[in-house]
């Protein structure tokens, strides 16, 4: 799989993104013992005091062997995962089952020739929950020990909570931020600015790193950077609830309201007024490939999540660093991607698939996630070390990567997104990379709206 978007991919890209970086892992260890005794009773005394020589054995409790059918696109280093959770449960394995079409049509296949599957990925939870294809993980979730007592950040249990029932939970969230050449920032006469740097910092110090003539540029060509960050500055700035320009419950989009139009005019002038981003047609003319012109040295700025870290780490010919996104007017906002996990309704083995999604939420699932350079979800101390310690960033900006993990938002879905896709967000990506009227979208905003309300109706949510 890409590790970067072509541009115009959407949504089915960013879900695919997502997909390819599982991160949860864990490995535990259970101790036994008893009181005891040093006296030796006389010999012709029964011993009353119990030791540890005179306790039996204690039999481990018997299972039957379980194998928990796991939907999912890839397998990569989550065999490592599968093999930790099984050295927990030794009487459950995970198969993974990677389907050539869309998850919840080899879920329903699985199901109608009498093999279900007992865990799924989760793309559109509209395509599973209008055939009630999943189980309510509610009362899984309320007994659930290691859930209950986690520190969790807000919002993760009710990412996937429709009305009254839970259909999934994040199994990964990836946190995104900006990627920063120090290389021109020491050419340009500049210096790492504080994490509570503002959009004003943010295109002053692009517009001071442009020089076309030398085909260097503040802001990257790269397809995140377009297509992406056009959601952050509107939440940043109190104009939008959600990311994709959502209301707060995430029925209606707001991309049509003065508040973000203004914002969405003040993206597009980085490319038509100052030129601190080249347009698509000058990007295409400098060679630049939109997955990723940042490598070429050329660009100050762009937008990261994990899976560019290796890469920047391995093939990166200069210095750099990461810094959380920009201050809007009312906070600091972000992207944090989360990929979603669920049972299927039909399956046999619903305790034991829970577990697995148990597992992700312990403390050294998250250390995991946090050495491989994703986000935690979990707020603990144990998890400030990990991150400290996590050689993907070691001499980074570390504190980034800690308040990236409460500041807002989650990427969630609503409804319609195809239709959003084509007519809304391709359409605003053609328009901040090229010029034009911004305002051309807003009869597409309304008509999505229109649709989305009247598909929540049928789905009954």
Excluded at 142 to 153: E, F, G, L, R, Y
């Amino acid at each position: 799989m890409k590790r970067l978007m072509r541009r115009r991919a959407g949504f089915a890209w960013i879900m695919a993104c997502i997909l390819m970086f599982t991160i949860f892992t864990t490995a535990c260890s259970n101790n036994s013992g008893g009181k005891g005794t040093t006296s030796t009773p006389a010999p012709t005394t029964v011993a009353t005091t119990d030791t540890k020589e005179s306790e039996p054995p204690v039999e481990e409790e018997k299972h039957d062997p379980v194998t928990l059918k796991l939907v999912t696109w890839h397998v990569g280093n989550n065999q490592e995962l599968f093999d930790m959770f099984h050295k927990k449960y030794p009487w459950i394995t995970i198969e993974p089952v990677i389907p050539d079409v869309a998850q919840e049509v080899k879920v329903a296949a699985m199901q109608a020739a009498g093999d279900p599957a007992d865990l799924t990925w989760i793309n559109d939870l509209s395509a599973f929950t209008k055939d009630d294809m999943l189980e309510d993980l509610t009362p899984y979730i309320a007994k659930d020990p290691t859930i209950q007592s986690a520190n969790i950040v807000d919002g993760i249990l009710e990412a996937y909570k429709t009305k009254d029932k839970t259909y999934a939970l994040p199994f990964t969230s990836i946190f995104e931020f900006i990627v920063v050449n120090k290389d021109l920032l020491k050419k340009h006469g500049m210096e790492m600015p504080g994490n509570d740097w503002t959009y004003d910092d943010f295109l002053e110090m692009a517009r001071k790193a442009t020089d076309p003539a030398a085909s260097e540029y503040g802001l990257s060509f790269d397809s995140m950077m377009v297509s992406q960050f056009k959601w952050i500055l509107p939440v940043a700035n109190g104009n939008a609830a959600n990311l994709m320009f959502l209301n707060e419950d995430f029925t209606q989009s707001v991309a049509h309201t003065p508040g973000v139009l203004a914002d969405l005019k003040w993206l597009q002038e980085l490319t038509t007024k100052w030129h601190v981003r080249p347009s698509g047609e000058e990007g295409i003319k400098l060679g630049w490939e939109t997955a990723n012109n940042f490598l070429t040295g050329k660009v100050l700025f762009t937008l990261g999540a994990d899976w560019v870290l290796p890469g920047y780490q391995k093939d990166a010919t200069f210095e750099w660093d990461i810094l959380p996104l920009p201050k809007g007017k009312v906070k600091q906002a972000t992207v944090s991607m989360l990929g979603a996990i669920g049972i299927p309704s039909a399956s046999k083995h619903k305790e034991e698939a829970f577990k697995w999604i148990s597992f992700l939420y312990e403390v050294e699932a998250q250390k995991w996630m946090a050495r491989n350079g994703s986000n935690t979800f979990i707020i603990d101390p144990e998890l400030d070390k990990a991150i400290d310690e996590a050689p993907v960033w070691q001499g980074k900006n570390v504190e980034a990567v800690k308040m990236s993990r409460t500041m807002c938002c989650l990427l969630l879905g609503t409804p319609e997104l195809d239709f959003y896709q084509v007519n809304v967000d391709n359409v605003l990506t053609g328009l901040l990379e090229n010029g034009g009227d911004i305002n051309s979208i807003v009869p597409s905003v309304e008509a999505f709206n229109k649709k989305t309300l009247e598909t929540r109706k049928l789905l009954g949510w």
